[in-house]
């Protein structure tokens, strides 16, 4: 059974800081892509950040850039996000996303919620 289980989010001021963790399991964690999104109250799920398998490469939403990381520990089928300077704008459900390449399949986590105010 593919579990993808979000955890971290929470309240921050702006300017704070919060760490995002994906346990993964049900599948082979070290051959998928992982990726985060985000959904803001009222719009559309937007992608945030992507990392290969290898964790060597990854790519960032320009409005992320710079404050946001991606990393994941394949021994411990995890993925993260760092996220930095956080702004109102950042407020969001958060979700946790593998792909593998091998047949494509897609799993996707229930979300945690990132709530910026002061």
């Known amino acids: 059974q593919v579990q993808l289980v979000e955890s971290g989010g929470g309240l921050v001021q702006p300017g704070g800081s919060l760490k995002l963790s994906c346990a993964a399991s049900g599948f082979t964690f070290s051959s998928a892509i992982m990726s985060w999104y985000r959904q803001a109250p009222g719009k559309e799920r937007e992608w945030v950040a992507g990392?290969?398998?290898?964790?060597?490469?990854?790519n960032y939403a320009d409005s992320v850039s710079g404050r946001f990381t991606i990393s994941r520990d394949n021994a411990k089928n995890t993925v993260y996000l760092q996220m930095t300077s956080l702004k109102f704008e950042d407020t969001a459900n958060y979700y946790c996303?593998?792909?593998?390449?091998?047949?494509?399949?897609?799993?996707w986590g229930k979300g945690t919620l990132v709530t910026v105010s002061s």
């Open positions: 996303k593998g792909r593998t390449v091998g047949n494509g399949m897609e799993y």
């Open positions: 990392i290969v398998q290898s964790g060597v490469v990854a």
